[in-house]
């Protein structure tokens, strides 16, 4: 029997940075096992160019990325949700549409690289630190053990996984 494929949303405010690195490397670090996808409170319209290049440069495809807003996935033709991700604490604190489905939940929050400030190595930076942080938070989600969890043990794992640094 195969595994299941479980559906994830990494939300942000903007859907331009963090919740576009985190959608790129579970679905490249989940093997199949995940499809993960990303959205926005209020969408800037775009990925952040900085975000592009760090993907691009660490071989991530980034073609299918883009900035949308979360309504997309509260559509009854959207893919049903079993996990959404909050990465940024602005959306965090909003009011979320009804996910179909009661999906487990959990808040990642990730400084803002797109906020840092000074010259661009400064901002390379920043992405850096913030895609590294979520890449150690991804690599734990998609350890752990799926299959040997209830669903009250798998909300609080994945919400543990939101304290690490």
């Known amino acids: 029997m195969?595994?299941?494929?479980?559906?994830?949303?990494?939300?942000c405010t903007g859907n331009s940075a963090r919740s576009i690195l985190a959608e790129s490397l579970l679905n490249n670090l989940g093997r199949g096992r995940f499809c993960a996808f990303s959205a926005g409170s209020h969408p800037g319209g775009q990925v952040n160019p900085f975000a592009l290049a760090l993907l691009e440069k660490n071989r991530f495809p980034t073609g299918e990325l883009r900035s949308k807003s979360w309504d997309e996935f509260a559509q009854p033709d959207a893919p049903q949700l079993d996990f959404v991700v909050t990465v940024c604490?602005?959306?965090?604190?909003?009011?979320?549409?009804?996910?179909p489905g009661q999906p487990i939940t959990a808040h990642w929050g990730i400084p803002d690289p797109a906020a840092a400030a000074g010259s661009d190595e400064q901002k390379r930076h920043a992405f850096v630190d913030a895609m590294n942080q979520l890449q150690r938070?991804?690599?734990?989600?998609?350890?752990?053990?799926?299959?040997?969890?209830?669903?009250m043990k798998l909300q609080h794992a994945v919400r543990e996984i939101g304290k690490t640094a």
């Open 137 to 151: 938070r991804i690599s734990m989600f998609v350890s752990l053990p799926f299959a040997t969890l209830d669903g």
């Open 2 to 11: 195969a595994e299941p494929v479980f559906n994830v949303l990494f939300l």
């Open 89 to 99: 604490d602005n959306a965090a604190g909003e009011i979320c549409p009804v996910w």
